[in-house]
């Protein structure tokens, strides 16, 4: 059993930045390919970005891409999600998953464990 807890969030202006951390509480993610994910109200959850264990290879969503950077300290039990250049669109809860497999998957029902979630607003 994995649980993991968000934290990082808060309200930001549009071209701030905000880092965004995933800590395991119990478990290991050493063994976990670990996503991101968020959901804004009224839209489904969408990916954000994945890393996959071992090699550590970075996913990310076409609209994030070059702004998000995902990362993890194994040694830490934590992954990260540095968001650089904010929009107000990237406003959403964002959710920390951990899947057992090699390489995230972008589809949020193939996670096995999830966080509470993390609220990010940006503001125009």
């Known amino acids: 059993q994995v649980r993991l807890v968000e934290s990082g969030g808060g309200l930001v202006q549009a071209g701030g930045s905000l880092r965004l951390s995933c800590a395991a509480r119990?478990?290991?993610?050493?063994?976990?390919?670990m996503g991101w994910f968020r959901q804004a109200p009224g839209k489904e959850r969408e990916f954000v970005a994945g890393i996959s264990r071992i090699t550590m290879t970075t996913y990310y969503a076409d609209a994030v891409k070059g702004r998000f950077t995902i990362s993890r300290d194994d040694a830490k039990n934590t992954v990260y999600l540095q968001m650089n250049s904010l929009k107000p669109e990237d406003t959403a809860v964002y959710y920390c998953?951990?899947?057992?497999?090699?390489?995230?998957?972008?589809?949020?029902?193939?996670?096995?464990?999830w966080g509470q979630g993390t609220q990010v607003t940006v503001s125009s």
């Open positions: 998953a951990a899947d057992l497999t090699v390489i995230p998957s972008t589809v949020s029902a193939q996670y096995d464990y």
């Open positions: 119990a478990g290991t993610i050493s063994m976990l390919a």
